[in-house]
């Protein structure tokens, strides 16, 4: 390792490091516009000059652009090297328009401080300023070209780092520009971390423009709950509102970045529409008393009919106190639940997929950029867990090959090899790769699947993705045993599943019970249950038959329904108990790989001032209390509604969780990349020879709701400025299936199904398995009548197809 001086401190650092890194590892800040460690170094800014005094290079070089090397003697105080400084900053800002009082990035802006350190303060040339006309690039991100240095940053991350190519740099010499080769919407789902990256103001976040500085916001650490990857973000809060999140650097979740719908998914907790006051038989009440209204009427029920005539619904959108709390609670209330999945498909393979993570198995999204091979089978990263989609084009950027088992048509900004399988044949091509010799898989897939096979054996770390929306147990569990017979032959073979939600895995955790949304709704119908309460969940949206919904609901004697999202199974309640988000409580949430994350609150709560104010100035009106300031933490609330006191304080409550549940015991033992906790050895499920499946018969489709980035997970699909990127509804189909209905691209697909119609485009692709039918989950398409993570099998003449005019 080579051992080098910098401004007299000698440091030892890795071989490969540059001078500017080493600097960076010894406290010593060099000046930077271009350089940024996870783009690597371009030297195209010349800001990061240094002075080399003696060793193997001397003058004055870019600190990006040498390695450490031993002997080395670094000044970055020299005065050549500072009068370097002085003039690149006075040629960059020789075009600069000068208005940071109307710049979004002022006060923050890596421009500003580098222009006054360097001692630069008037303009000495007299000639024009060249200016540009700045181009829409959609509701997200505000474009002014004028302000460029030409850093590269943008068009190096958009391109190299994420892989998309609809927005770069154009021109030559004293005309560079970057943007699009024309005005539109930017294609990438992770297109807001150019505004992070961006060291002057060219990209300023649109939806909080002219909001406030960097000082006037509350900012705390956080994670995002928007898919079940919980990246590290950092929360921006004023007047009691969430304005602004940005990517929080994690070496072991999302590196530096965050996507699209994790950074713009928080509008859900502004609404003026989100409950903020509870509400019993329609009429307004403060949040305790509705609490005590419904604690009342519960005790009620339960004296009429029994505990067992009362049951809990949670969600994996909860936090893993809130979670815990209604477990405790139903435990030694006798009441049922807490029920936290949707229906038995869901429940199935989730509490699968968890019993199958071992510590010796689970790899980090940040450890999957390392890997070198990646094997998906039925996960959409794109779709289902964008960031995973991101560190996967890192690790094939580095030479990774990547393959894909999968029914649907994937898209993905990287090379990589598909296999088009059905669902319910993906588990016969996963022992085809740990078997190259058996002969379950058709003949035409036997030389694809032995190729893969043998790239898999001669790498050193593969890792092995896996979902749990498309796919059953069987498939799960040939996922996790693939990746163990690998680690038997002497690879570093890794596992990740991707999970429905922020708090799944969690939620996995504390479910002993299994019961899903499906099997209340039975006892429901049945009589058995009189009393749900609904937490943090929304049936309306889950459940595929809603009039069987309507109609149950309809025969219970009370509904109490807790949340911090205004939910349609909110104007069916009895009582509303309003909640806090997680950027008002805080919370514990488990990602898909048993990492437990604690986000801390960002701001007290309370309703908005901008609503308050009715959208103008804060009212002058000066009240002892902050509106709608008495709501509490669903955690709270459910001990509440069990007529118990809970834990005094967020600690104590950690202390109880651990002590209660053996499998919390190092909760309270936080750091800053979390912990991980696994299901003890006698809870873990063993392997099963078949999973849940529907076999089709010949002349049936089996039409499958799948993720989609936008206009599908709950809390994102509530941002107005995410509205315009949602998916239309569209229905894909095998293009050898279309050549059976004489239908073509763009045709009109009309699905007769049990609940009402299905009216869509169609879509079509090689790479769509044959006999599968796939239909992205977007708000302007009922899916929910074939219900979320379900198979439904839809007889050939169920489908009609009209020719495009």
């Known amino acids: 390792m080579p051992k080098l001086i910098i401004d ?236 602004y999140l940005e990517g929080r650097y994690s070496g072991k979740v999302n590196g530096s970045f965050i996507c699209d719908r994790g950074r713009y998914g928080f509008f859900y907790a502004n609404l003026e529409e989100r409950p903020r006051q509870g509400r019993v038989r329609g009429e307004d009440v403060p949040s305790g008393r509705a609490i005590t209204m419904a604690a009342q009427r519960v005790k009620e029920v339960s004296e009429s009919h029994g505990a067992a005539a009362i049951a809990v619904i949670g969600s994996g959108r909860s936090s893993l106190e809130t979670i815990a709390a209604l477990t405790h609670v139903c435990k030694v209330q006798g009441w049922r639940g807490p029920v936290l999945f949707d229906s038995r498909v869901s429940s199935e393979s989730v509490r699968t997929a968890v019993s199958c993570i071992a510590q010796e198995l689970a790899v980090s999204m940040k450890e999957i950029e390392s890997a070198d091979f990646i094997l998906t089978v039925g996960a959409d990263p794109i779709n289902e867990a964008p960031m995973l989609a991101m560190a996967m084009r890192q690790a094939w950027r580095k030479g990774a090959g990547v393959a894909a088992i999968d029914c649907r048509s994937l898209d993905w900004p990287f090379q990589f090899e598909q296999v088009t399988a059905a669902p319910d044949d993906m588990a016969d091509f996963l022992a085809a790769l740990e078997n190259s010799e058996t002969t379950v898989i058709s003949d035409r897939f036997v030389a694809q699947i032995k190729s893969i096979a043998a790239k898999i054996r001669a790498c050193h770390r593969p890792v092995v993705v896996c979902g749990t929306e498309i796919t059953d147990s069987k498939i799960i569990y040939g996922a996790a045993g693939f990746v163990k017979a690998m680690r038997q032959a002497g690879q570093e073979a890794g596992l990740f599943y991707t999970l429905p939600a922020a708090n799944s895995y969690g939620a996995a955790l504390l479910d002993e019970i299994g019961e899903t949304a499906e099997d209340l709704i039975e006892r429901i119908e049945s009589g058995e249950i009189k009393a749900l309460v609904i937490v943090e969940s929304d049936l309306w949206d889950t459940f595929s038959d809603r009039q069987r919904l309507i109609q149950a609901l309809e025969q219970l004697e009370l509904l109490v329904v807790a949340d911090f999202m205004a939910t349609e199974i909110l104007h069916r309640a009895d009582i509303i108990i309003p909640t806090l988000s997680i950027f008002e409580a805080g919370g514990i949430y488990v990602n898909q790989e048993g990492r437990a994350q604690w986000s801390p609150p960002a701001y007290a709560g309370g309703t908005p001032i901008k609503i308050t104010g009715q959208g103008g100035h804060p009212p002058r009106i000066i009240r002892p209390d902050i509106p709608a300031g008495d709501i509490s933490p669903a955690w709270r609330m459910a001990w509440w509604l069990a007529d118990r006191q809970p834990p005094a304080s967020h600690d104590l409550l950690l202390d109880w969780m651990g002590k209660t549940f053996p499998v919390l015991e190092k909760a309270a033992n936080f750091t800053s990349e979390g912990i991980r906790l696994y299901l003890p050895e006698a809870r873990r499920k063993t392997a099963r020879e078949t999973g849940g499946r529907k076999i089709q018969s010949l002349g049936e489709y089996l039409l499958l709701p799948v993720a989609a980035v936008f206009g599908d997970e709950p809390m994102a699909q509530r941002s107005p400025c995410l509205e315009g990127y949602a998916k239309h509804p569209e229905m894909w189909m095998a293009a050898s299936d279309a050549r059976l209905f004489d239908a073509s691209d763009g045709d009109a697909a009309r699905l007769q199904l049990p609940y009402g119609p299905l009216e869509l485009t169609l879509r079509l692709s090689e790479r769509i398995a044959p006999g599968t039918l796939i239909v992205y989950r977007c708000p302007d398409l009922f899916w929910q009548q074939f219900a979320r993570s379900s198979r439904f099998i839809v007889p050939k003449d169920r489908i009609r197809i009209e020719k495009k005019a």
């Open 8 to 243: 007299n401190r000698e440091i030892e650092v890795p071989e490969g490091i540059k001078v500017i890194e080493a600097a960076d590892r010894a406290g010593i800040y060099i000046p930077r516009f271009c350089y940024y460690a996870e783009l690597g170094a371009v030297g195209a800014c010349r800001i990061c000059a240094v002075k080399f005094v003696d060793g193997p290079v001397k003058g004055i070089e870019m600190s990006c652009m040498i390695n450490a090397q031993d002997g080395m003697v670094v000044s970055t105080t020299d005065p050549e090297a500072r009068d370097f400084r002085r003039h690149v900053i006075e040629w960059l800002m020789m075009n600069h328009p000068h208005d940071c009082p109307v710049c979004d990035e002022g006060g923050h802006c890596l421009l500003q401080d580098l222009t006054e350190s360097c001692d630069h303060g008037i303009r000495r040339y007299k000639g024009k300023k060249r200016t540009y006309v700045d181009q829409y690039l959609g509701p997200l991100i505000q474009h002014e070209e004028n302000r460029c240095i030409q850093c590269y940053r943008c068009s190096r991350y958009y391109q190299e780092f994420a892989g998309y190519k609809d927005l770069g740099v154009m021109g030559i010499a004293q005309r560079i520009y970057f943007g699009r080769y024309a005005a539109g919407v930017l294609e990438s789902p992770f297109s807001g971390n150019i505004i992070d990256l961006c060291p002057t103001g060219v990209y300023t976040d649109k939806p909080s423009r002219y909001t406030g500085r960097r000082w006037d916001y509350e900012r705390v650490p956080g994670i995002c709950i928007n898919c079940s990857l919980g990246c590290h973000i950092t929360v921006s809060a004023r007047y009691r509102e969430i304005v």
